[in-house]
């Protein structure tokens, strides 16, 4: 690294670290990150936003960062939204490039409802701007809808690169190069060597840096070993969470079929076909006709579950108050008599929780809490989700874990099952953001795969299952 560069680096390094931008948790302590990671090392570099002058001396090294050792040029630039906006932004004046918006939905109002705003012709060369890289997902959600607008990507900068897989799966899953101003460790380096830090804490934080590569690491230190579904089973208290792990050892599968069909006769015939190879099913009993509901059919399909050892997940994301909760599972669709588990929000409170417990009576029950959406758009704050992990902790022995984009907790009792899967990933036409078993297993270290129109919208559901089951189930196996 050129002396003037260091220099400027040294420089605002110093000045995040004595504004709290850039913090370090000691040795047993650490912070949330915005994924609901735990990590000792804390980047914000939002606070820049603050700051005109610093601000721009940041974008300015981003931009010599890029242009070191690599001839790429660029028609244009884009800023990961919303926190590497203003980098771009910065960028794009100094340099004369235009500047290209990539929303971080797509417009609910206009003709086009479009995720990226730009007049640019297909083909252009975009250059993709974040701030703080960890394991690249947000890169990677920018550089996908600008090549499916019809960009050309083969290019990210970023002021930090955590060193935790995100430069590594970038170029290796999306032929993506990232280049960065400075690594975590060059920023332990620098506290360290300016007396911010202390030789135990800087050691402690890079040992963190090293051991979490969450991409690339192959072998997880000790104290960090994998659990299986079995021995996680054994500390397990709720009942069905237990059954749930003792089913996906004893068969093989991590994959829950979500039949969103037309009717019950239907959902029965597809559970007797790939009931064999799915841990359970997830219903959503109300989309049915009232009057075509049969409680008969249901218990046939509590039958088949019985028979063919998978678990009912009925779907209604129950979000009222206590009372309302209480009769929207006993009464109606009588959801408490047929259903293993349910789905909730904790919008509400705990009392959607104490109202699922009153309602299950004497029965084995338990819900999963929705702590994240797969759909484009959706309102679910990193508070929220700190939230609801807080009201499963407190309420353990009922919830069994959560539906989520990527693990949030580590204990072993939560399990964490995540919809929007296809063997290919992509988006759907309302939303719906879809993930591949490996990314869903591998990368973010779910447990559980939800799986919808990939199998019944296939020409052989049986076959689609079956590849849907392998996949998600190997990619398990490769984390252990």
């Not at 559901?461 to 990619?475: D, H, S, V």
Request: hydrophobic residues 40%; negative net charge; proline residues 3%.
């Amino acid at each position: 690294m050129a002396a003037t560069l260091l220099s400027s680096l040294r420089s605002i390094l110093l000045q995040l670290f004595d504004s709290g931008a850039i913090k370090f948790a000691d040795p047993g302590q650490e912070f949330t990150l915005k994924s609901g990671a735990k990590s000792p090392a804390y980047f914000n570099l939002r606070t820049l936003n603050n700051n005109a002058k610093l601000r721009e001396e940041a974008s300015g090294l981003m931009w010599q960062a890029c242009q070191l050792g690599d001839n790429a040029t660029y028609d244009c630039i884009c800023g990961v939204p919303l926190g590497a906006i203003c980098y771009a932004d910065a960028i794009s004046l100094a340099h004369d490039l235009p500047l290209v918006l990539k929303r971080p939905f797509a417009k609910q109002h206009g003709v086009s409802k479009k995720l990226v705003d730009s007049d640019l012709p297909k083909g252009s060369n975009c250059l993709v701007v974040e701030d703080v890289v960890t394991s690249g997902t947000s890169v990677i959600e920018t550089v996908t809808a600008l090549r499916d607008a019809g960009f050309v990507v083969t290019h990210a900068v970023t002021f930090i690169d955590r060193e935790q897989g995100g430069k590594e799966r970038l170029g290796t899953e999306y032929n993506v190069h990232l280049s960065s101003v400075c690594t975590g460790s060059q920023v332990l380096d620098i506290l360290y060597q300016n007396n911010k830090i202390s030789t135990e804490l800087k050691d402690y934080v890079q040992q963190y840096l090293s051991a979490n590569n969450m991409i690339v690491a192959k072998e997880p230190p000790v104290q960090a070993k994998q659990l299986n579904f079995q021995e996680r089973a054994l500390l397990t208290a709720n009942p069905v969470a237990k059954k749930l792990l003792n089913i996906m050892t004893q068969k093989s599968t991590n994959l829950i079929f979500s039949a969103d069909v037309d009717s019950l006769d239907t959902l029965l015939d597809l559970a007797s076909i790939v009931g064999p190879h799915i841990c359970a099913i997830k219903t959503h009993i109300n989309t049915f006709a009232v009057e075509n509901f049969k409680l008969d059919l249901i218990y046939k399909l509590r039958n088949v579950a019985d028979e063919q050892n998978f678990l009912i997940l009925e779907d209604s994301k129950f979000a009222d108050i206590g009372n309302t909760v209480y009769k929207q599972y006993v009464d109606g669709y009588h959801i408490c008599e047929w259903a293993d588990f349910v789905t909730a929000h904790a919008v509400s409170g705990p009392g959607v929780i104490e109202a699922l417990v009153k309602g299950s009576g004497n029965r084995d029950r338990a819900c999963l809490l929705i702590a994240q959406m797969s759909s484009d758009g959706n309102l679910v704050s990193e508070a929220y989700t700190n939230g609801v992990l807080k009201i499963a902790e407190d309420h353990s022995g009922f919830v069994a874990g959560f539906i989520c984009r990527q693990k949030l907790s580590s204990k072993p009792n939560f399990i964490h099952i995540t919809p929007g899967v296809k063997l290919a990933a992509g988006m759907g036409t309302l939303g719906q953001q879809y993930l591949t078993p490996d990314e869903v297993i591998k990368n973010r270290q779910s447990d559980v795969v939800i799986v919808g129109s990939g199998i019944y919208q296939a020409e052989d559901p049986l076959a689609a299952t079956i590849a849907y089951k392998e996949a998600a189930f190997a990619a398990y196996n490769d984390l252990l």
